[in-house]
């Protein structure tokens, strides 16, 4: 398990801002607001990262392709997500790290066709950058801002070429060897 990535202290605090848009309410009002993004919308693809966020997909029949968990909300250890995947896929990713595997997973599973459950071991938070950067043009990738709601981020090249700014700025662990 090689580490591509590693972030840096600057990027941690420019991170804590949503990169997409932020769906701010309770449960019932960000799901309801999602819905009607999606109707409008029509992804190419439903990408989630996070427990609580896939959770809450699955609450309101909405079954993201592709989910990246890693069995904790805010950091602490949860209930593992029972969530109805066609594959399940298992990766190293240690805190504040994106690794080689992790980032092979997603690419995989972004190119099937099935359903994919990731599950981390470790911290996914950062994978959202990898899934942006891969998914398909005009995918939606969400993640939980805690305490204020979700974050769906549209795939665009813009947004494509600003999560590669943000990988570009962190430390690349790869160069270094």
Known sequence: MGIAYRLTPHL?????????????????????????MVGREKPT????????????????????????????????????????????????NPPATITEEAIAAIQESLRSNNSIKIVVDGEEDLLT?????????????????PREGIVVVKVTPRKKAEVAEILG?????RKAK
């Open 12 to 36: 941690r605090v420019r991170l804590k801002e949503p990169i997409g848009t932020l769906i701010q309410g309770s449960f019932i009002e960000t799901m309801n607001k999602f819905r009607e």
């Open 45 to 92: 693809r439903i990408i989630a990262v996070g427990d609580t966020v896939t959770k809450n997909l699955a609450k309101n029949r909405m079954f993201p392709q592709l989910s990246i968990i890693d069995n904790k909300c805010m950091r602490k250890s949860t209930r593992p997500a029972t969530l109805a995947a066609d594959v399940t896929v298992y990766v190293r």
């Open 129 to 145: 950058l990898i899934a942006v950067l891969h998914a398909p043009k005009n995918s939606f990738v969400l993640y939980g801002q």
């Open 169 to 173: 700025a962190m430390e690349d662990v």
